[in-house]
Every structure is written in C-alpha cells, then in structure tokens.
C-alpha cells in the first residue's frame, strides 16, 4: 500500500512514460506504477548504499528487474541520454535539496518533458528554479497526511512569470485555494508570529534583523491572500 503522498505524485505520471525516480528509497514509487502498468520501464536512482539495496530488492522480489534498472548515483547523474528519460520524479526531499539536485543534472534533462517534484519543504525554491530553467508549472496539488502537510509541483517546459505571492504559495495552489491549502498558511503564519516574538526578544544583531525582515515580508504576502 502506497501512502497518500506517493500515490498522489503517482497519480502525474503520464502513461507509457520512461520514468526517471530520484531518490527512490524502497523503490515503492516505480514498483507501485509498473504494478498498474502505467509506465514502460524506469531508473530508480539512490545515492545511498542501503537503500540502493532494499530498491534493488523490492525491485527483484516484485519481478520487475528488467524494467527498472536501480542505479547507485548521486542525483541526475543516475540517468544518461541513451536512457531517453521524459518523466523525473523527486520525491520526499527538501526543497533546497531537490533544487539543487535539478541544478547540478539539469544538462541531463534534456529528453524530460514533465519534472514532478514533492518537496517536504521551501517549495519556492523550486519554483524559482523552474522559471529560470524554462519550465512552468502545469499543476500543483497539495494533501495532509498522518498531521504533515505535502506539496507536489508538476513542471513542463514552457515560460512563465509568477509575482513573489504565487513563488511562495503556488500559483495553482492559490487558485484551487483547498482546505488544507488554507490550513497550512494558517499553521505557517501563526509560526511565523512565534517565531517572530522570540526574535524580538532576541539581541537585535544584523543577522536577527535580517531574519524578521524576511519573516516579515512572507507574512505581509500571506496576509494579503
Ligand atoms: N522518494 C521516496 C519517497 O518520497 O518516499 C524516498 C524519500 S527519502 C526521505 C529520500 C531519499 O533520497 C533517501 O533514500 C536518500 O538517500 C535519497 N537521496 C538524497 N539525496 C540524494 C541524491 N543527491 N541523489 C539520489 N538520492 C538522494
């Protein structure tokens, strides 16, 4: 059983693509998609020994050896371009993290139509990237589970430009304005006004000041919403 997550940036997976999933874990992303037939053939990608090891097993004891090859690399570097990859996933990782791996491979993803990112965190810095890097999103969605909120961005070639709300936010996000979307700037700004307190309380050097000039300027976008 999938969780809720996985299923959900599973649910963006074109059919009959070749799957790229970085930062495979388990593998359960790539089994879970061949297990309903959606995609041809996959690479599971993990720059760490162990779950290298348990994605090559579940991979094995799934059947599915032949068509999901489980690399041991660091990021992009797990794909070449004979791999003919159109879809990446990346999933349950920083924002920062997931950014900085799209930047450090992004010559590798030249055959890649559709990039589904689900960032734990700082989805912002994906969507900055993205627009800097000729993708746009075409789809976002957001879904609470076991108390944690997820954001899953879908980006595919194309030119856009979003206003610092929309980077913050998601600009499908704010349109769909759902529930847990709500939920989740009432839970971030009432951290920020905590957070915000603290620091005043803190001695006023350059770097707190910084600090709450920021949290500050997030919350006005917020507010505004
Ligand atoms: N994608 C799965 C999911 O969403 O459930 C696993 C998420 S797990 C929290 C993050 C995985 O990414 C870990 O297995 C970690 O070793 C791997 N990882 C972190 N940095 C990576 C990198 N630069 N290249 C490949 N894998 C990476």
Redesign the pocket.
């Known amino acids: 059983q999938l969780?809720k997550?996985?299923a959900m940036?599973a649910r963006f997976v074109p059919k009959n693509t070749v799957l790229a999933?970085?930062?495979?874990?388990?593998a359960?992303?790539p089994c879970y998609l061949m297990n309903k037939g959606v995609i041809q053939r996959a690479i599971a990608?993990?720059?760490?020994k162990g779950?290298f090891e348990s994605a090559k097993r579940n991979v094995q004891a799934n059947g599915f050896a032949d068509r999901i090859e489980v690399r041991l690399?660091?990021?992009l570097l797990?794909i070449e371009d004979a791999d003919e990859v159109e879809t990446v996933?990346?999933?349950?990782?920083g924002g920062t993290?997931i950014t900085s791996?799209l930047e450090a491979g992004k010559e590798r993803l030249r055959h890649v139509k559709r990039i589904i990112a689900?960032p734990n965190l700082h989805a912002i810095a994906i969507r900055q990237w993205a627009i800097e890097n000729g993708f746009q999103l075409v789809d976002e969605e957001i879904l609470e589970e076991d108390g944690k909120i997820y954001e899953i961005l879908v980006l595919e070639r194309g030119s856009a430009e979003y206003s610092p709300t929309d980077l913050l936010l998601g600009p499908i996000l704010r349109q769909k304005s759902s529930p847990v979307f709500r939920a989740k700037w009432e839970r971030e700004t009432r951290e920020w006004v905590r957070v915000l307190e603290a620091l005043d309380k803190a001695e006023q050097t350059n770097e707190i000041q910084l600090k709450k000039q920021s949290i500050q300027t997030n919350y006005d976008l917020v507010r505004k919403v």
Do not use: C, F, K, W
């Open positions: 969780s997550r996985l940036v999933d970085i930062g495979s874990d388990h359960y992303l990608g993990e720059v760490v779950p690399a660091n990021g797990a996933t990346i999933a349950g990782m993290l791996i689900q």
